[in-house]
């Protein structure tokens, strides 16, 4: 639909709207599928190439990014750059897609890591909110603490999920 209304790709208008805005230099939607420039990602030691896919997908994913950039647009997103903070609220209509140990809710354009109330009892970790990105990145808020949590597993698998959310866990206790 933004591509037909705008009458350009939808990297262009990533590009326009959010990227440029930002300041993010080093992130992109992924269209050239001869550019080997991203770091390859993996299914446990196989490393895979599938750029026919990535260029694809730009709408759902198909970003090419930092860990330092992805921080900047996490930040951006929570504190009012693209529209007031207070809609965020408005994102929240959790839907679990698939029971634990799937381990997140899908919200409106965001998701919502499923924390069992055993693994902070007396102080409870309300919420961790943000994105798992389909090669092992991710990009995660935890507002009771203000924390922002951006990086890579260069893992599709799901061990590396379990990884990065063990150690969020472990930072947000320390915090809380």
Request: hydrophobic fraction near 40%.
């Amino acid at each position: 639909m933004i591509e037909e209304i705008r009458g350009e790709s939808i990297g262009e208008v990533f590009k326009k709207e959010i990227f440029n805005i930002l300041d993010l230099k080093n992130t992109y939607a992924y269209k050239d599928t001869e550019d080997t420039s991203p770091v390859p990602f993996y299914y446990k030691s196989k490393e895979l190439w599938v750029p026919n896919y990535i260029s694809s997908v730009a709408a759902e994913g198909g970003i090419v990014s930092t860990a330092e950039e992805a921080m900047i647009f996490l930040k951006a997103f929570f504190n009012g750059t693209f529209f007031p903070k207070e809609e965020v609220e408005s994102l929240k209509k959790w839907n679990l897609i698939l029971p634990p140990p799937s381990l997140f809710y899908y919200g409106i354009g965001i998701e919502k890591l499923f924390i069992p109330r055993i693994i902070s009892t007396f102080k409870p970790i309300t919420e961790i909110i943000g994105f798992w990105g389909q090669t092992g990145s991710f990009a995660w808020y935890n507002p009771d603490t203000n924390l922002y949590f951006t990086g890579t597993t260069n893992q599709i698998n799901g061990a590396g999920h379990s990884a990065v959310m063990k150690g969020i866990l472990k930072i947000i206790k320390a915090a809380l």
